[in-house]
C-alpha cells in the first residue's frame, strides 16, 4: 500500500504513480494520492492508513508526504503579505507502517492511537 501526500505542489502524474514508476513497484499496489493540504493532509493521511491496515491485516504501507511552498514564497517587502513565509517551511517525510506481528520487534515506534476530528457539518464551521 503507498499513500503520499503534497500540499500546493501537485504535480500530473501524481507523486504517488510516479513512485511505482521510478522504483518499479509491483502491479498490484494499491496507492493514494492525497493532494493541495500539505501538513494538514497528514493527519487525514494516517487515518487512511489506519482504515487500509484494518482492511488489508499484515500489509505494509508507505507513507510518503512532502511540503513544497516555493510557489507561495513573497519575496516583497508588505508584512501583512509576509506571513506565509514565517508560517509555513519545505519539509518532507517517509513512514513504513504495518500491523504485521512480525515486524514487532523490528519497529522503533508503535502507533497508539489516531483521532481525525471533522466539524464540516456544523454551521459554526463557517463563521
Not at 504485521?100 to 466539524?119: E, G
Request: proline share 4%; with cysteine; glycine share 8%.
Amino acid at each position: 500500500i503507498l499513500i503520499t501526500n503534497t500540499s500546493v505542489y501537485c504535480p500530473t502524474p501524481s507523486v504517488a504513480s510516479l513512485m511505482v514508476n521510478m522504483f518499479k513497484m509491483r502491479e498490484d499496489i494499491q496507492c493514494y494520492h492525497l493532494g493541495g493540504m500539505g501538513c494538514a493532509m497528514g493527519v487525514v493521511g494516517l487515518n487512511l492508513v489506519r482504515d487500509m491496515l484494518i482492511a488489508h491485516p499484515g500489509k505494509i504501507c508507505l507513507f510518503v508526504g512532502s511540503e513544497v511552498i516555493t510557489s507561495a514564497f513573497y519575496p516583497g517587502l508588505r508584512q501583512e503579505a509576509l506571513v506565509t513565509n514565517a508560517l509555513f517551511r519545505m519539509g518532507g517525510y517517509a513512514a513504513i507502517l504495518t500491523n504485521n506481528p512480525a515486524w514487532r520487534s523490528k519497529s522503533k515506534y508503535q502507533l497508539n492511537h489516531v483521532l481525525r476530528v471533522h466539524t464540516g457539518q456544523s454551521d459554526r464551521a463557517f463563521k
